[in-house]
């Protein structure tokens, strides 16, 4: 029986989303022969229910398809409003639009709203996992967090040139939210000497006990610390920064940069701080993220197809399973433990990674 779905991007952007949009469309009309209909802004979107006939040949382009490198999203997003003020209105156009069922792709966040909507409204729900900071519970991979890595890194690299030359400690600030896991892995793939991170205390002391250590001990003059945008102060902050820190007059960059100056007042450190910013979320999607995109738009298509509703893909053990959206929107975003593998991992290179 054909089926008309829906798909809608929700929550901040990040590189392959429009993986997963190709990969939905082109096996729910290769393998199905279903309608996907592309729901513009997410929530807005069905608000105002406007819908956009996707098709195999408008996602081509002279026989070159743009979407499996194309940033963003061509569907649009949002992450503001008060969607469950207009939830009335919003469960009523999902049977408006005539859909058989709806995948969205989101964030924890997203993907709670649209949960308790789909509940609310008794709709056909299937979810996908997408997000740099890759915080989604029951999942070991989100789609756009190999490439935010890798467009770390990258800058970690450029950094360290600059840094070397100009015996500068180089403070990166980077995006996570309230877990560390895009500065931990980015950290250590990029070669930080201080990674810094919600989820494990830390001391200044610590830090600069680190950049002292490469330069009395290795005879290197500059130093990297990457630092995540949720990281807590310091264990020995002093108060003065703190108090400037909670009145966001400074972020979690330039509040570490601070305190390194402070507890280095004689050796005059030259300290500098970038914040990479929304420069995370853009850019061409990795290979690892295409493919974890085209793995999860086909299984997304393969629930619908066995009307095995209410599941959010995920990937676990290496390979794709589906799972519960309630067990997953029910549980906190996924943190770094503090004896994570990577962790250790990242001590053992001789990194500081705090006082844990």
């Known amino acids: 029986?054909?089926?008309?779905?829906?798909?809608?991007?929700?929550?901040?952007?990040?590189?392959?989303?429009?993986?997963?949009?190709?990969?939905?469309?082109?096996?729910?009309?290769?393998?199905?022969?279903?309608?996907?209909?592309?729901?513009?802004?997410?929530?807005?979107?069905?608000l105002e229910r406007k819908a956009t006939l996707l098709n195999l040949h408008g996602l081509d382009l002279r026989g070159i398809d743009p979407l499996l490198s194309?940033?963003?999203?061509?569907?649009?997003?949002?992450n503001k409003g008060d969607t469950l003020a207009h939830a009335s209105?919003?469960?009523?156009?999902?049977?408006?639009?005539?859909?058989?069922?709806?995948?969205?792709?989101?964030?924890?966040?997203?993907?709670?709203?649209?949960?308790?909507l789909a509940c609310q409204g008794n709709w056909n729900l299937i979810a996908i996992p997408k997000t740099i900071d890759n915080d989604v519970a029951l999942t070991e991979r989100a789609i756009g967090f190999d490439t935010a890595v890798n467009t770390i890194?990258?800058?970690?690299?450029?950094?360290?040139?600059?840094?070397a030359s100009h015996d500068r400690v180089m403070v990166v600030e980077v995006m996570g939210r309230t877990a560390g896991h895009l500065a931990l892995h980015a950290g250590i793939a990029g070669g930080a000497d201080c990674i810094l991170i919600p989820e494990i205390p830390y001391s200044i002391g610590g830090v600069c006990h680190q950049i002292s250590q490469l330069r009395d001990r290795w005879g290197r003059k500059f130093a990297i610390v990457v630092v995540a945008e949720g990281a807590k102060t310091a264990n020995d902050s002093s108060i003065a920064e703190t108090q400037n820190l909670a009145s966001l007059e400074c972020g979690m960059g330039q509040y570490i940069a601070n305190q390194i100056k402070l507890y280095n007042l004689a050796d005059r450190l030259d300290v500098r701080v970038s914040i990479l910013g929304h420069i995370q979320r853009g850019g061409i999607p990795s290979a690892l993220d295409r493919l974890t995109a085209t793995a999860f738009g086909k299984a997304a298509v393969d629930l619908i197809a066995r009307e095995q509703y209410g599941q959010m893909v995920?990937?676990?053990?290496?390979?794709?399973v589906d799972i519960p959206i309630a067990n997953v929107v029910t549980r906190s975003p996924l943190p770094v433990a503090p004896d994570n593998y990577l962790v250790q991992t990242a001590r053992c290179m001789g990194i500081y990674v705090g006082d844990g």
């Open 1 to 46: 029986m054909q089926k008309r779905i829906g798909i809608l991007t929700s929550g901040g952007d990040c590189p392959g989303l429009n993986c997963a949009i190709r990969a939905v469309v082109s096996h729910a009309k290769l393998q199905h022969d279903w309608e996907v209909l592309g729901i513009p802004y997410a929530t807005q979107g069905l």
């Open 70 to 78: 194309m940033g963003g999203t061509i569907l649009g997003s949002i």
């Open 89 to 116: 209105e919003i469960i009523a156009s999902y049977r408006a639009l005539a859909l058989d069922a709806l995948i969205a792709i989101g964030g924890d966040g997203s993907l709670a709203i649209l949960h308790q």
């Open 153 to 163: 890194v990258d800058a970690l690299n450029r950094l360290t040139f600059t840094a």
């Open 314 to 320: 995920a990937w676990q053990n290496g390979r794709v």
